[in-house]
């Protein structure tokens, strides 16, 4: 669907996830920004997760925004039995879709369904001089997990094939922008659950035209999660994604590279007006030497050198993956070898690893206590160097 050209500020946002309270909170926020509806735009996959599919529904069509359609909204209009994700069969997010998808099926309206069918795969539109597209995964497969993390060229042949110098993608759950040499990479976020950083915050996008330029924010929101949750459990849908609301923890990590993972529980510094509470966390977070924060910018380190940091994370992911060892395994060892090279990011990030992968406190501990048998004995052995030392020098 080309929209033809915008103007004024544009509020772009994903993943509403039947998540009605969210969706009611972003609509009072841009009424308050003054933002027409025709100038707001989501990403796809208005239904998911959460208990009122209908609801979310029949409350953005009433709206009035637009919207592409998710792998959720082409299986629900295509009558298909599963949610469309591309989620690893036999793991935990495809047993979870197995609970959400049906529910969600079930609740639709015939006319629900129907409207979805008409909903176009891409949005195209102008804005300031650029073509701009919205995809959900990519232009070439609805589903694409497109990260941070995924390497460039994959998002610079997304740009190329729709001659557009804008991206705007959803899918991923995680927001993040990313300047490219074919133009630029958005991804706003979701508003239905949070983005796996320990806050209860939802993500969007302000899309501006200031001094003959575009710009750019990443913006965050608080809502009533409680209510949200409260109706996910009483319609026995997923306790895992119903605990993420108020945790800001997803109950796995399954689709995430390696780096995406690291960032779980740290909170993001995307936004342009943070709530007072998460600002004095995040404040109170950076006082140390280690920011924790910064774990988030491990994949910048390939800036500076981007052929031996593309090297290097080639490898790094190639390393984790299921071999002789099993992840489970090679888990236990990077902790433990985490705390024999001292580094606190590593260990923050291979507890939680841990923790998704079932790994037990007790087993955890007896990986550290592995390490500094290892770490000791190696010290004490270089003893035998100073003895003969000491021998040779005092004869």
């Not at 390393?319 to 992840?327: H, K, T």
Request: hydrophobic fraction near 35%; include cysteine; charged fraction near 25%.
């Amino acid at each position: 669907m080309d929209i033809g050209t915008k103007k004024g500020t544009m509020l772009l946002f994903g993943g509403v996830y039947s998540n009605l309270q969210a969706l009611e909170q972003l609509i009072d926020i841009s009424k308050r920004l003054g933002i027409p509806a025709e100038n707001c735009i989501c990403t796809g996959d208005l239904v998911a997760y959460c208990a009122q599919p209908e609801e979310v529904v029949n409350t953005f069509r009433q709206w009035g925004a637009l919207t592409i359609s998710g792998n959720v909204e082409q299986q629900l209009a295509n009558d298909e039995e599963d949610c469309g994700c591309d989620f690893k069969e036999g793991g935990r997010c495809d047993g979870l879709s197995k609970q959400w998808y049906p529910y969600a099926k079930g609740r639709l309206s015939k006319e629900s369904i129907v409207w979805m069918a008409q909903l176009p795969e891409h949005i195209v539109f102008e804005y300031g001089g650029k073509k701009a597209t919205v995809v959900h995964g990519s232009d070439k497969y609805v589903s694409d997990f497109i990260f941070e993390s995924t390497p460039n060229d994959i998002k610079e042949s997304c740009l190329k094939a729709t001659e557009s110098e804008l991206i705007i993608a959803g899918h991923s759950g995680l927001p993040f922008s990313q300047k490219l040499s074919g133009g630029n990479w958005l991804n706003p976020g979701v508003i239905g659950m949070p983005a796996n950083d320990g806050t209860t915050r939802v993500w969007y996008m302000l899309l501006k035209w200031v001094n003959n330029a575009i710009t750019h924010e990443h913006h965050s929101f608080e809502y009533d999660f409680k209510t949200t949750q409260k109706l996910m459990l009483k319609n026995h849908l997923p306790e895992a994604y119903a605990d993420t609301l108020s945790s800001g923890i997803w109950d796995n990590m399954e689709i995430l590279p390696e780096l995406e993972k690291m960032g779980q529980g740290i909170p993001l510094k995307l936004n342009i007006k943070a709530d007072k509470s998460t600002i004095k966390k995040e404040n109170h977070m950076s006082k140390s030497y280690y920011d924790p924060a910064d774990l988030r910018k491990f994949g910048k380190i390939t800036e500076w050198s981007e052929d031996l940091g593309k090297k290097f994370f080639d490898y790094y992911g190639k390393v984790f993956e299921e071999g002789a060892l099993s992840a489970r395994e090679k888990s236990l060892i990077a902790l433990a070898v985490s705390h024999v090279v001292k580094c606190p990011y590593c260990i923050d990030a291979y507890t939680k690893d841990g923790l998704q992968r079932g790994i037990t406190k007790e087993e955890m501990m007896e990986s550290v206590h592995v390490g500094a048998a290892i770490e000791s004995g190696a010290t004490l052995v270089h003893g035998v160097q100073m003895m003969n030392k000491y021998n040779k020098l005092s004869m």
